[in-house]
């Protein structure tokens, strides 16, 4: 069983942080992906930001400069820095993760229960 739990979502105003955190926890061989998607009301669930198993980073080209993705490797956790924050971010986000239970088993997707982000005056 492997279990992905967020926090640090919340009600901020116009040009504000929140940091967001997801920590996997369960059995866990190896994470190649981590991101972050959001799902505004009556849209579809887009990526924000992903970063591999190498560090390398991509973001979607509306939070580029703003938003900030990291990844604790020893602590399986991955973590979206978010600053000047704009009322068009408020959405759900929820954190993915791609890894393996064992070693030499197949990589499948993880999905984190969703966070509320709310940015308003």
Known sequence: ??????SGGGLVQPGGSLRLSCAA?????NIYGMGWY??????????V???????F???????KGRFTISRDSAKNTVYLQMNSLKPEDTAVYYCNMILSRVSGGSA??????????????
């Open 38 to 47: 959001r799902q505004a009301t009556g849209k579809q669930r887009d990526l």
């Open 25 to 29: 926890s369960g059995s866990i061989f």
């Open 108 to 121: 499948n997707d993880y999905w984190g229960q969703g966070t509320q982000v709310t940015v308003s005056s």
């Open 49 to 55: 930001a992903g970063v591999t198993s190498g560090g």
């Open 57 to 63: 980073t991509n973001y979607v080209d509306s939070v």
């Open 1 to 6: 069983q492997v279990q992905l739990v967020e």
